[in-house]
Structures are given as structure tokens and as C-alpha cells.
């Protein structure tokens, strides 16, 4: 009579091939949650605590005129605007006193859910003297940190921090801290105040712009601003 061979049982088998797959599934899951990062958010609830909206000056503060845009840093019209436009509208205008240029952050987080946290990192760098410097290369690069490219866009603007040789552990505690969430938040709510709906808006003393006016119209409209402004009365050094 023929014994029957044992059969070994698979249990042990099965259970390493479970095991291997809640590992790799955790590992996954690892993977993406790490390159996530945390939502910054605006409190509504700090609106009436807020401290006077200010922007990011360029130029001479005394200058007779004062250009206003209310940028969203995601935008990609805004970007159109900062490295096509905006070279010019410096070189021809703000650079040569006619006129000062005030940014003012205006995070549209609903569609851009990235844009607040590239407004904390330059915010960061204006702490360090670098704000314009940051923003140039913030616009240059939004396909690279944006919410199409990632959802850590963190880590592409602590590269462009290190680039701009920005003292990184002083960078770091800003951003971590949220130290400058509200003047970001009062930026935005003047921005409300003066019914912005989109980005780039910009005015040129109270005038509001319509989208893609160019900068020989700036111009002109800087001129006559101008003319209008009263003159500063020269001091008189004649002796009596």
C-alpha cells in the first residue's frame, strides 16, 4: 500500500506575500505623503488684527507716482506679465524715478493652492533684503513649483532661496513660523477692499488698468499723473 506524500501547507507562503504587499503599499503611501506638503491658510478670523498693507516697494518712495499690481505668484498671466512686461516697464519708468512699483500679494488658494506658499517664501527673502530678487525668480520658475508640477512646492523654493544666496536657516525659521502670513493676508485684503477679482490688477495711482495695457500707454498715463503732482518748493539759500 502506497502511502500518501504530505502536503506542505502554503500559509506560511501567502502570509510573507501579504506581508511584502502591506510594505510596499506603506512605502507608497510614504512616498507620496512625503512630497506633500501641509496647507497654509489665511484666517479670516485675524482679518480686523492686521497690519497696514504695505507691499514690496521698488524705486524711489518719494517718486511723484506710485504703480499698484496685485500679483498671485501661481498666475500664469502674472508670470507673462513680470518676465515680459515688467523688465520694461523698470527700465523705462521705475528705474528712472518717474514712477515706484508696489507688489501686493493676492493668493487666489482656490485655484492656485500653491501660490500662498510661494508668497511666504518671498516674503522670507524680503526679510533678508531680497524680495524682488525672489520674486523674478519665483515667476521664471512657476512650471517647476507650481500645482501641475507638484505638491511640495516647498522644496523647489528652497532651492531658489539657496540660489539667491539667502541665509537659509533665518529663511527656514520664517517660513516654518509663518511669521509673515498676516502682512501676506493685509497685502490681499487691500486688494479686496479695492474690488480685485483676478491677477494680474493693476493700478497706476487710482486708475485701474484694463488687462494688457502696454507699457508705452503706462507711460503716458505716469506722465500726465506726474504733471499733475504738486512740485516740491526749492529751498531758499539766499542770504538776507
Given amino acids: 500500500m ?7 501547507s502554503r500559509t506560511p507562503f501567502f502570509g510573507l506575500i501579504a506581508l511584502v504587499v502591506v510594505a510596499g503599499a506603506a512605502g507608497i503611501w510614504y512616498s507620496i505623503n512625503a512630497n506633500k506638503q501641509e496647507p497654509i491658510t489665511l484666517d479670516p478670523a485675524k482679518l480686523a488684527s492686521l497690519p497696514p498693507a504695505e507691499g514690496y516697494l521698488r524705486g524711489d518712495p518719494n517718486a511723484p507716482v506710485t504703480i499698484m499690481e496685485w500679483g498671485d505668484f501661481e498666475c500664469p498671466t502674472c508670470a507673462s506679465f ?6 520694461d516697464l523698470r527700465e523705462r519708468i521705475i528705474d ?10 493676492f493668493p487666489i488658494t482656490n485655484i ?13 527673502a524680503a526679510d533678508q533684503g531680497k524680495f524682488w530678487e525672489m520674486h523674478d525668480a519665483i515667476y521664471n520658475a512657476q512650471d517647476k513649483w507650481n500645482a501641475q508640477a507638484t505638491s511640495n512646492p516647498r522644496k523647489v523654493l528652497d532651492g531658489l532661496a539657496q540660489q539667491l544666496g539667502i541665509e537659509m536657516s533665518a529663511y527656514a525659521e520664517c517660513y516654518n513660523s509663518q511669521k509673515n502670513l498676516g502682512r501676506i493676508q493685509a497685502n490681499k ?8 477679482g483676478g491677477t494680474p490688477t493693476i493700478f497706476i495711482g ?24 504738486p512740485k516740491t518748493a526749492a529751498a531758499d539759500t539766499t542770504k538776507k
Avoid: W
Avoid at 513680470?82 to 523688465?87: D, G, Q, Y
Avoid at 492656485?112 to 522670507?124: G, M, V, Y
Fill in 96 to 105: 528712472k524715478g518717474l514712477a515706484n512699483f508696489r507688489y501686493f500679494d
Fill in 206 to 229: 487710482n486708475i485701474q488698468l484694463p488687462n494688457g495695457t502696454s507699457v508705452d500707454r503706462m507711460k503716458q498715463i505716469v506722465d500726465s499723473l506726474a504733471a499733475l503732482a
Fill in 112 to 124: 492656485h493652492p500653491n501660490s500662498l506658499a510661494a508668497s511666504l517664501a518671498a516674503s522670507c
Fill in 189 to 196: 485684503k487691500a486688494g479686496d477692499d479695492r474690488g480685485v
Fill in 2 to 8: 502506497v502511502k500518501a506524500t504530505p502536503t506542505k
Fill in 82 to 87: 513680470a518676465t515680459i512686461s515688467e523688465p
